[in-house]
């Protein structure tokens, strides 16, 4: 599957973004997603996943109340909506598929990749 991020861009601390992952290829539902994040001079850290049917999601603990992850099978789109956005949110967001049954938050467990989407939060 190939992934393509969009959505990020400049905003104001307290703000909202909604980033958008397009897959191609037409088994979509068969992989858990997920959004991991990178800020300058920082590993990848997870930050949202999803199970394969939509009914299932875990955060990490520095986004849990403020994003939101969903997905939309029929459109082959995941989504990350961010609200009340913190300088320390920035980060260039990764979305990523994970071939198989359950929901991981493991960098490594994931297959694919998309290119990526730079977020900038500013105070």
């Known amino acids: 599957v190939q992934l393509q991020a969009s959505g990020g861009g400049l905003v104001q601390a307290g703000g909202s973004l909604r980033l958008s992952c397009a897959a191609s290829?037409?088994?979509?539902?068969?992989?858990?997603m997920g959004w991991f994040r990178q800020a300058p001079g920082k590993e990848r850290e997870f930050v949202a996943g999803?199970?394969?049917?939509?009914?299932?999601?875990t955060y990490a603990d520095s986004v849990k109340g403020r994003f939101t992850i969903f997905r939309d099978n029929t459109n082959n789109t995941v989504y990350l909506q961010m609200n009340s956005l913190k300088p320390e949110d920035t980060a260039v967001y990764y979305c990523?598929?994970?071939?198989?049954?359950?929901?991981?938050?493991?960098?490594?467990?994931?297959?694919?990749w998309g290119q990526g989407t730079l977020v900038t939060v500013s105070s």
């Open positions: 990523a598929a994970d071939n198989s049954k359950y929901l991981v938050v493991t960098l490594r467990e994931y297959d694919y």
């Open positions: 290829g037409r088994t979509f539902s068969s992989y858990v």
């Open positions: 999803i199970t394969r049917s939509g009914g299932g999601t």
